[in-house]
């Protein structure tokens, strides 16, 4: 196959990468960007697109500030300027039988769909063999695209109603 074979490789993943993430705000007003490294690959730099409550678009650059190799998290700092507002990460633990829910863009015929699943937390500490992360599983669908979507619990009191309890790996 050789070195031509994986240089397309390389074109086409930088000319058609996908994926969802979620914009969260630090306590000091901070908004980042976590989704996880298939979406962004090698990239100093993401393009984010997003879509306010009135369903007008923003298309704005982010800088990559943390890759996780164990778990391939990625973490994006987001502009100054950045106008959407985050969800907050919640301080509740995981437990099992809570209800959760995913939502994200789904990958349907190289088009992005807005899918929102729910379900509930069917093992609240799963640690895969060879490492130390703590994983939550859950039986809410994660389809294609939506690797990096958000794991979210209801909070009325939070802004948009729902807090952030993890990401799909």
């Not at 990239?43 to 678009?57: D, F, H, I, Q």
């Not at 298309?59 to 907050?88: D, F, W, Y």
């Not at 294609?144 to 802004?159: C, E, H, N, W």
Request: proline content about 3%; glycine content about 10%.
């Amino acid at each position: 196959i050789g070195y031509r074979e994986q240089s397309r490789t390389v074109i086409n993943l930088k000319d058609n990468a996908f994926g969802t993430g979620v914009i969260v705000e630090t306590e000091s007003g901070e908004k980042q960007l976590i989704s996880v490294s298939k979406n962004v690959g090698i990239a100093s730099k993401v393009t984010v697109e997003t879509l306010n409550e009135k369903g007008v678009r923003n298309v704005q650059t982010g800088r990559k500030i943390i890759t996780r190799a164990s778990n391939g998290l990625v973490c994006i700092e987001m502009p100054k300027n950045h106008t959407t507002h985050g969800l907050k990460i919640t301080e509740r633990s995981a437990t099992d039988g809570m209800d959760i829910y995913t939502f994200g863009y789904n990958d349907v015929n190289k088009k992005a769909t807005w899918q929102m699943g729910d379900g509930i937390i069917s093992n609240d500490r799963f640690i895969p063999n060879d490492t130390k992360d703590v994983l939550i599983q859950h039986t809410s669908p994660v389809n294609v695209g939506m690797y990096g979507s958000p794991l979210t619990i209801k909070r009325d009191s939070a802004p948009y109603g729902y807090e952030v309890m993890g990401i799909n790996i």
